[in-house]
């Protein structure tokens, strides 16, 4: 019999799951047989409209999704945005918009999360944070400071919580998303800067968010059971790449 990963009977709560890494989570999972409860500040087809960085609405989010599917069993904390600014150049309301979305509302939706993850005694939580996080580029502050922070929540998470709750990361390089390629619209020339960026890659491709999705299946599977406090740096090889290569 083929090696499958089944995530039937599980509810799984995906945050900024309408589109990009969270939507190819969200689809992963689901095909994996979770029921998959999605939220997003746009919201969208089956996301529910939520604001991460509001700590109510973010509460009456899990809430209801606690009441009306029995329980919680995987948080995939995806949600944030680039907030990139030269570290001189970076505002204080540039750091708490930061600060609020790409690292509080991590631990807020995971301390939400906690009591219903610990009854059912196998938790799981995700945390998605970046490659920014292992090595970045000048003018990408804050942002790289938070994503470096969530690490350190993951490894928190796991020593504090377990052995109830499971907590890894994921940290993706270059996913194909409309906001990567809102990056290379910004040059004058964006099929070359694209090409120029998937050469950068050992694989010689970009990443696409059910790659990401497929490693969170994994992750909240029994077959990573022996997982947690770790965060996974999934960037194609970019990182093993000498900037003179």
Known sequence: MALQIDLAGKVAIVTGAASGIGAGIAAVLARAGAVVEGCDLNGGDGVAEVDVTDAPALERFVEAVAHRRGGIDILVSCAGANVFKGAAECTDNDWERNQQLNLTAHWRIAKLCRP??????????????????????????????????????????????????????????????????????????????????????????????????????????????????????????????????
């Not at 470096?148 to 919580?161: C, F, K, M, N, P």
């Open 116 to 245: 219903h993850l610990q009854k059912k005694g196998h938790g799981v939580i995700i945390v998605i944070a970046s490659n920014h996080a292992f090595s970045t580029i000048p003018g990408c502050f804050p942002y790289n400071v938070a994503k470096t922070a969530l690490t350190g929540l993951v490894r928190s998470l796991a020593i504090e919580w377990g052995p109830a709750i499971r907590t890894v990361g994921i940290a993706p390089g270059f996913i194909d998303t409309p906001g990567n390629q809102q990056w290379f619209d910004s040059f004058p020339d964006p099929a070359a800067e694209r090409n120029r960026t998937v050469q950068l890659h050992p694989v010689k491709q970009l990443g696409h968010p059910e790659e990401i999705g497929a490693w969170c299946a994994f992750l909240a599977s029994p077959f990573a059971a022996f997982a947690s406090g770790t965060t996974y740096l999934v960037d194609g090889g970019r990182s093993a790449l000498m900037q003179d290569s």
